[in-house]
């Protein structure tokens, strides 16, 4: 078996039976296991031995075990960083007592435990059983079905949020995202774009909720063969008081990009040039009436996602390509400038 994750470096050592690894050299490398056993490391995490617990990076600071205890399906992650895990924790919590609200908290993965063991810490939530699905592989009416499936959680936790006096999403706006107005090659797309959201109305008119801000397929799992929703998994980008439709634009731009075969911020463009094709018109509709958002709404709610990924991606703009700057800043900038332009 090959560890594998998002941003692995490449292999440093290789692994027998005898060998003794902290939980921390786990972290350091991709290391190959030859013929080796998980049962010390089984132990360590309180798992059973059988079946032999699965093992991934979730990126370069997360190791996350599959197993089981006591014979109920459990998930791992262990980590250096105990704020982190804390954060895991926290924001997993939240979700699960919001949507309890509505009857739906069995589909947050429930804590168990947070403590530290050996040389890190571990957080250890049930494990939620369902399976992802792929955009690309569905017709146009089996995405409809998931979208529309996927969306009753977003419309459970708007009906049972409220409006802020301040503005949904008012710190973020007014505050962790004010160093994109001031980058020298991010500042001059971003300032229109960013005082036109702190200036939507539907800030205050609509509910602010709580978000769980990377909502899209691969954090959702369905019934076997089904759109029936069984889980909603990694919640550490979540967010309250947060703008309403923000999860529900997300999954649709996210989902229905997958399906077609284009990037996700082309989608957002579609939406700020009203140059949506009908089944995009359709899962625009199913939002809508999910979260009581009028298109315009939702061009505004467009560029909260585009700001946002930006603020991810832009500190590490030295490593884009030319495509992706046309991607990431270009054609998105020119499109929301257009929209903007034309709406006053």
């Excluded at 690309?136 to 802020?164: F, H, K, M, N």
């Excluded at 709404?297 to 585009?306: E, N, T």
């Amino acid at each position: 078996m090959i560890l594998m994750g998002k941003g692995l470096p490449a292999a440093k050592g290789t692994l027998q039976v005898s060998s003794k690894l902290r939980l921390r050299d786990w972290l350091s490398g991709a290391y190959v296991m030859g013929r080796a056993s998980l049962s010390r490391l089984a132990s360590n995490l309180g798992l059973d031995a059988s079946p032999v617990p699965e093992l991934y990076l979730a990126d370069a600071d997360v190791l996350v075990v599959l197993g089981s205890r006591r014979g109920l399906p459990v998930v791992v992650h262990a980590a250096e960083d105990a704020q982190r895990l804390d954060r895991y924790r926290q924001c997993a919590e939240r979700a699960q007592r919001q949507l309890a609200l509505s009857g739906l908290g069995h589909l947050v993965p429930a804590v168990i435990e947070q403590r530290a063991v050996l040389d890190l810490t571990m957080l250890v939530q049930h494990r939620l059983i369902g399976q992802t699905v792929r955009s690309s592989g569905l017709s146009a009416d089996e995405l409809e079905r998931y979208v529309t499936a996927a969306l009753q959680p977003v419309r459970a936790i708007a009906v049972g949020s409220r409006a802020a006096a301040e503005g949904a999403d008012d710190s973020l706006l007014n505050h962790d995202l004010n160093w994109l107005e001031l980058h020298p090659q991010l500042g001059a797309a971003v300032r229109r774009p960013l005082a036109a959201l702190r200036a939507w109305p539907g800030r205050r008119q609509h509910p602010a909720v709580l978000a769980h801000g990377d909502y899209c397929f691969a954090n959702l799992l369905f019934e076997s063969g089904s759109p029936q929703l069984a889980g909603l998994i990694d919640w550490e980008r979540s967010r309250p008081r947060a703008c309403a439709g923000f999860d529900a634009l997300y999954l649709v731009a996210f989902s229905f990009s997958a399906w077609r075969g284009c990037a996700p911020m082309q989608m957002l463009c579609m939406l700020w040039d009203d140059l949506c094709e009908p089944v995009l018109e359709r899962l625009l509709a199913h939002v809508g009436r999910a979260t009581g958002l009028s298109i315009e709404d939702l061009r505004h709610v467009a560029l909260l996602i585009w700001l946002l990924h930006l603020s991810r991606h832009g500190p590490h703009m030295h490593d884009w390509t030319d495509a992706l700057r046309r991607e990431w800043l270009d054609e998105p900038a020119e499109s929301a400038l257009r929209w903007l332009a034309r709406s006053g």
